[in-house]
């Protein structure tokens, strides 16, 4: 799959990269899915368990 980003996105992309040393643009994007997909799961997790 191609994803296309507007200037600003790459601009971000880019700054996050450079601020995690990073140099693969691809791999940057996947670690930031996976990061944001585990913190999610983790806050509904912790929801659920103040929720029993």
Same mark, same amino acid.
């Given at each position: 799959?191609?994803?296309?980003?507007?200037?600003?996105?790459?601009?971000?992309?880019?700054?996050?990269? !450079?601020? &995690?040393?990073?140099?693969?643009?691809?791999?940057?994007?996947?670690?930031?899915?996976?990061?944001?997909?585990?913190?999610?799961? !983790? &806050?509904?997790?912790?929801? &659920?368990?103040?929720?029993?």
């Amino acid at each position: 799959m191609k994803i296309f980003l507007n200037e600003q996105a790459v601009l971000q992309l880019e700054e996050l990269m !450079r601020r &995690a040393g990073h140099t693969n643009h691809q791999h940057s994007l996947q670690v930031l899915l996976t990061t944001v997909t585990n913190n999610l799961r !983790r &806050a509904d997790a912790k929801k &659920a368990a103040i929720n029993i």
